[in-house]
């Protein structure tokens, strides 16, 4: 063979990087993110389609800045650049590059 047992462990060496890599955000915390954004826009869609539900103005403007914070909290998670936009556009922004990356909801 003539490759000795120090000179495999020398290899392995010069190829191992030498900073470890920074752990990812919990896969726990980020499904539990994934499950409130599924949650919360089912609820929109139901609040924007429903027009007898008594003060339904103030549960979509309270379900939408939930999803709203939601969707922050999972670009925080995936390092993904916060916008400094009204909500909005945020969130025009946010949701595709979410998706992008592998986020579904």
């Given at each position: 063979?003539?490759?000795?047992?120090?000179?495999?462990?020398?290899?392995?060496?010069?190829?191992?990087?030498?900073?470890?890599?920074t752990?990812?955000?919990?896969?726990f915390?980020t499904?539990?993110?994934?499950?409130?954004?599924?949650?919360?826009?089912?609820?929109?869609?139901?609040?924007?389609?429903?027009?007898?539900?008594?003060?339904?103005?103030?549960?979509?403007?309270?379900?939408?800045?939930?999803?709203?914070?939601?969707?922050?909290?999972?670009?925080?998670?995936?390092?993904?650049?916060?916008?400094?936009?009204?909500?909005?556009?945020?969130?025009?922004?946010?949701?595709?590059?979410?998706?992008?990356?592998?986020?579904?909801?």
């Open positions: 063979m003539g490759t000795t047992f120090a000179g495999l462990v020398r290899a392995l060496r010069r190829r191992r990087p030498t900073e470890e890599p752990p990812g955000p919990d896969p915390d499904l539990t993110v994934q499950y409130r954004l599924t949650r919360v826009a089912a609820e929109i869609k139901v609040l924007e389609r429903d027009g007898r539900r008594w003060a339904r103005g103030f549960h979509l403007v309270a379900a939408t800045a939930a999803y709203d914070g939601l969707l922050c909290d999972a670009a925080r998670m995936s390092g993904v650049p916060i916008p400094d936009a009204d909500p909005p556009v945020r969130r025009l922004i946010l949701e595709p590059e979410l998706r992008r990356i592998g986020w579904n909801w």
